[in-house]
């Protein structure tokens, strides 16, 4: 299959390829942010989070912001602070169907979806 071919054939990776997941995790603050959430395991102020990393206290409301608004934090409002916890069971979905969709899209596996992935096997 060509690429033009690939790109007009759409299949399950399409969907979970989001750009705002990877454009979440394309700065390397926010990924050592996300990464001192999900190994927290609670929910935590903005004052908090920003004391694991050395960037100034209203650069990391702003990338807990982001990462809330794209998915992957979910936040809380109690009374003047907000609460930032990790969204874990969404995150390691997400990446886990996502990996399966690239597995199941492999040609070259003997268990390939035939082609209905758009991959443009066709084992019928």
């Known amino acids: 299959m ?5 790109a007009a054939s759409p299949g ?18 926010r990924v050592r942010l996300v990464a001192c959430m999900i190994k927290c395991g609670r929910a935590c102020t903005v ?11 209203s650069v990391v409301s ?9 998915g992957l934090l979910t936040a809380e409002k109690k009374g003047r ?3 930032y916890a990790a969204r874990h069971q969404h995150l390691s979905g997400m990446l886990r169907a996502l990996a399966d969709a690239i597995d199941a899209c492999n040609p070259e596996d003997p268990s390939c979806c035939g082609g209905a992935c758009g991959c443009g096997t066709d084992k019928t």
């Open 47 to 57: 004052s908090e989070v920003a004391d694991c990393c050395s960037v100034d206290f």
């Open 2 to 6: 060509s690429p033009r071919q690939a």
């Open 81 to 83: 602070s907000v609460h």
């Open 12 to 29: 399950p990776v399409d969907a979970l390829l989001l750009p705002e997941f990877f454009k979440a995790l394309s700065d390397p603050t």
């Open 62 to 70: 702003r990338h807990l912001a982001m990462l809330e608004q794209s």
